[in-house]
């Protein structure tokens, strides 16, 4: 009798075991996603340090061009300052 209840309860536990079983994830598909999600996060990284320094360097080009602007107005604003001083020195001389 003894040995009919170990074989039972052994039967039932395998039972269990096996329901546990058919709700887990294969170790080959998690470790396989699980790759894929490293990938993709390290390709982000790389993008987003990719985009990092393209904002960067258009940062830059629009500092330089802001102030290539001011130099050419204060060029402009002196010579037209200057313009007329010179015409009445030509043209009184």
Known sequence: ??????????????GQLESQVKNMVPMLDYNKKQRELEEAQKSMEIREVENHKKLAKVENQLKSERVAKWIYLSLVSV???????????????
Do not use: N
């Open 1 to 14: 009798m003894a040995k009919q209840e170990r074989l039972e309860a052994a039967t039932y536990r395998v």
């Open 79 to 93: 010579l037209l300052v200057v313009q007329p001083i010179l015409f009445f020195l030509w043209a009184f001389a």
